[in-house]
């Protein structure tokens, strides 16, 4: 484990494993830690450097800041990358970390092979307006901690390990009351903004997602975005089916080589 400092002063903590290029970057979701990509790192150490964040308020960071946007989450993200001195790098977001690995790629021009966004997008065409996303978040808002856990089981299938649903749940459900609202607030809001972010960064992605995301793949691949579908998953393949999750991530960073024309 190691740390370094936000663009606000805010630590960051951050694990790193293995060598090679480019450099893995492993971004968690809305109120998960870095924890979360544990039955990747053996696997991906094994062809690259794999690095694992844990946001500002998340995990072992400090959640000292008053700023808990997608913007802020994308320059923690860049002070690690800073940090590493790396400039050949894969950006993988889960959930909300896909939004955060689009704020980190406009800063890191010339840096960023492409990303691999994990099950948060299921088309780039309808978002919820301001209005909208205020509605969803009442519930939140009235009684977080029930919210959160009602909101956590429903992204699993009925197949999912049991065990599994109740540690995620608890996880998120026990987070920082306002960093998860404000964060999860931003996260709804950053989807309008998504499109003219990918025209602007102009980098190859890969979007791994479960059937249960409604996967529109003529929308997303209409916006650029290549598709990977696991079959009988949640919103978490990467805890809920890991050996399988780790052979479609591994495709997906083939597909980011051959649309990069770069060789891993």
């Keep these: 484990m190691a740390t370094c ?13 293995g060598s090679g290029r480019p450099a893995l ?6 109120c998960c830690n870095r924890r979360y990509w544990a039955a990747q790192l ?13 946001l500002a308020g998340h995990g072992d960071s400090d959640a000292s800041r008053q700023d808990w946007s997608i913007a802020a989450f994308g320059a923690d993200v860049c002070s690690v990358i800073d940090e590493l001195a790396l400039d050949d790098v ?11 690995t689009l704020e980190a790629s406009r800063r890191l021009v010339g840096r960023v092979r492409g990303m691999v966004w994990v ?19 009442l519930a ?22 049991p065990s599994l649903v109740d540690r995620v749940a608890h996880t ?4 920082p009351e306002e960093v998860a609202l404000a964060s999860l607030e931003a996260t709804w809001n950053h989807g309008r903004a998504v499109p003219a972010l990918l025209d602007e960064v102009q980098l190859p992605v890969v979007a791994i997602n479960g059937p249960d995301t409604h996967t529109d793949a003529a929308s997303l691949r209409s916006h650029g975005v290549d598709v990977i579908v696991i079959p009988d998953v949640g919103h978490f393949p990467m805890v809920e089916r890991p050996r399988e999750f780790n052979s479609c991530l591994l495709q997906a960073l083939a597909r980011l080589d051959v649309k990069s024309g770069r060789v891993a």
């Design 90 to 100: 894969v950006l993988v977001g889960h959930s909300m970390g896909a939004d955060v």
């Design 5 to 17: 400092r936000s663009f606000d002063g805010t630590q960051i903590v951050y694990e790193s494993l």
């Design 25 to 30: 970057v492993l971004v968690h979701g809305w």
């Design 172 to 175: 998120i459900g026990s987070a």
């Design 140 to 161: 939140f808002r009235g009684d977080f901690p029930r919210a959160a856990d009602a909101f956590v089981r429903r992204l699993f299938p009925p197949s999912a390990d």
């Design 119 to 137: 099950d948060q997008f299921g088309q780039l065409d309808r978002f919820a307006d301001e209005r909208q996303v205020c509605d969803r978040m």
């Design 42 to 54: 053996e696997v991906l150490s094994d062809h690259a450097l794999v690095v694992t964040v844990d």
